[in-house]
């Protein structure tokens, strides 16, 4: 088989194209529905407190679809979370989550072992342990990064 420079040349580009698109593609792993999130909350159990920024005499409440919501809880049993959640709908906000066990999100959020957004934060999308329902173990984590989407 003989190769020519134009045809390495061709494979070559093929080839960091493809590596580039991949790598490029944002990672969404575990990342829940809005459907999804609706379900569990109506067949969970958990004693849940709900938080938001949607104004309802706002004109442009409309655009809350846009919004992260966010579950965050104090309790973990084996592969579930629950316990005493806090249901947060909202945009772009540091929330103060301390005791919290497991979250699950509608975009990625980040999760800091410290208050106000700080200390040594993670990403939901990489989690490290995942639970039933979308949910993420994160132990330690006293606050929730939001992002603006």
């Given at each position: 088989?003989?190769?020519?420079?134009?045809?390495?040349?061709?494979?070559?580009?093929?080839?960091?194209?493809?590596?580039?698109?991949?790598?490029?593609?944002?990672?969404?792993?575990?990342?829940?529905?809005?459907?999804?999130?609706?379900?569990?909350?109506?067949?969970?159990?958990?004693k849940?407190?709900?938080?938001?920024?949607?104004d309802?005499?706002?004109?442009?409440?409309?655009?809350?679809?846009?919004?992260?919501?966010?579950?965050?809880?104090?309790?973990?049993?084996?592969?579930?979370?629950?316990?005493?959640?806090?249901?947060?709908?909202?945009?772009a906000?540091?929330?103060?989550?301390?005791?919290?066990?497991?979250?699950?999100?509608?975009?990625?959020?980040?999760?800091?072992?410290?208050?106000?957004?700080?200390?040594?934060?993670?990403?939901?999308?990489?989690?490290?342990?995942?639970?039933?329902?979308?949910?993420?173990?994160?132990?330690?984590?006293?606050?929730?990064?939001?992002?603006?989407?």
């Amino acid at each position: 088989m003989q190769f020519t420079l134009k045809s390495v040349f061709a494979q070559v580009v093929t080839v960091a194209l493809l590596a580039t698109s991949v790598a490029a593609s944002p990672v969404a792993a575990n990342v829940v529905t809005n459907a999804e999130l609706d379900k569990w909350l109506a067949t969970t159990d958990a004693k849940l407190t709900y938080i938001s920024d949607v104004d309802s005499t706002n004109p442009l409440a409309d655009r809350a679809a846009l919004n992260t919501r966010v579950v965050y809880c104090n309790r973990r049993t084996n592969n579930v979370c629950g316990g005493d959640c806090t249901v947060y709908d909202g945009n772009a906000r540091c929330l103060d989550a301390p005791d919290t066990q497991c979250l699950s999100a509608t975009t990625n959020v980040g999760f800091c072992d410290r208050g106000g957004c700080g200390g040594s934060c993670n990403q939901y999308s990489s989690c490290g342990t995942r639970l039933d329902n979308g949910f993420c173990y994160t132990p330690g984590t006293r606050s929730i990064n939001v992002p603006f989407t």
